[in-house]
């Protein structure tokens, strides 16, 4: 691949090559270090919060498992369908639930992530999407972080509408607290309600439910931007590089279908049928809200069916 002029081998191959892309990224000053320390301290924590599994309660490690489906609907449900795609309307309780959730996931503020993925959809798999995935798994799922932004994403940004995204209050109250009220809401939270509502070790709280908990989720979502736009299916189509993953899907909660969703990406199911038929707890949780008077206006790609 040809960067700034400079011939680059950035395929799925580049595992094999990490190496030397690092040393490319570093001699050329792109590195985004900020990220990359962050992310060092997570993987670091989430260790730990692997080393302290078998001294926790039963108590902390099922709050744990719970956190990961309510942090999970905070992207599926919020940034993604909802505040990115818009692809239902949702009560302002609910709304305030899904940024409340959408913290405890922390992937940037809800209004930076659906800036992201709005230019990922509109720019896919050129250098103005943000992970772009012809550039290799690595890059698709996390290297795109940890590299200061392309030119053309920074382009692709001003000329992106967010002003949507903006007038909504609880969007904007989140992104202007970032990043520091997710820090504590992702991390030292769990450990606190782990201490105050049943005794456990603070710092079991902190790293098990907190730090593992987190980066698991997190790479539970980047599968979506690399390994769901490697493999897959593509039945509805073919010219797209994303595609329908089962195993993606099951980590995300209804996110791997992802051929239907680049086809149709205003459909609020992500998915072409019921979830008799396709796991999509996502699906669901819309769905319960909307028995709930919580949510309406639930888009459907009902044309593809005719």
């Known amino acids: 691949m040809n ?31 900020p990220y990359i320390v962050f992310f060092t301290i997570v993987h670091a924590t989430a260790f730990l919060g692997l080393c302290r599994l078998q001294h926790c309660s039963n108590e902390t490690l099922l709050f744990a498992w719970a956190l ?10 919020g940034a993604h369908r909802l505040w990115a795609h818009r692809t239902y309307e949702a009560h302002f309780l609910f709304r305030l639930w899904l940024m409340l959730s959408n913290s405890i996931a922390y992937q940037g503020s809800t209004y930076s992530w659906a800036i992201n993925h709005r230019i990922h959809h509109q720019y896919a798999e050129t250098n103005a999407d943000p992970h772009n995935s012809s550039r290799g798994f690595f890059y698709s799922h996390i290297g795109w972080l940890l590299l200061k932004k392309h030119p053309d994403r920074l382009e692709a940004e001003k000329k992106l509408d967010a002003s949507d995204l903006w007038e909504d209050p609880l969007v904007r109250v989140q992104h202007m607290c970032d990043p520091w009220y997710a820090f504590y809401i992702v991390f030292f939270f769990p450990g606190q309600v782990a201490y105050y509502g049943w005794g456990e070790n603070y710092w079991n709280g902190v790293l098990v439910a907190g730090c593992l908990r987190y980066c698991i989720v997190l790479h539970c979502t980047f599968l979506v931007n690399s390994a769901a736009h490697l493999w897959g299916d593509r039945p509805y189509d073919p010219k797209s590089v994303a595609g329908d993953n089962p195993v993606v899907n099951a980590f995300t909660g209804g996110e791997g279908w992802h051929n239907w969703h680049h086809k149709y990406p205003f459909d609020y199911a992500c998915s072409e049928f019921g979830v008799t038929s396709q796991f999509n707890p996502s699906k669901v949780y819309i769905d319960t809200m909307a028995a709930l008077g919580l949510v309406w206006g639930r888009k459907r790609a009902t044309s593809a069916w005719q």
Request: proline share 5%.
């Open 68 to 77: 990961w489906p309510v942090s999970g609907f905070g992207v599926t449900a």
């Open 3 to 33: 960067i700034d002029g400079k011939e680059l081998d950035l395929s799925w191959k580049m595992f094999s090559n990490i190496p030397s892309v690092i040393h490319y990224h570093f001699k050329e000053g792109n590195m985004n270090w």
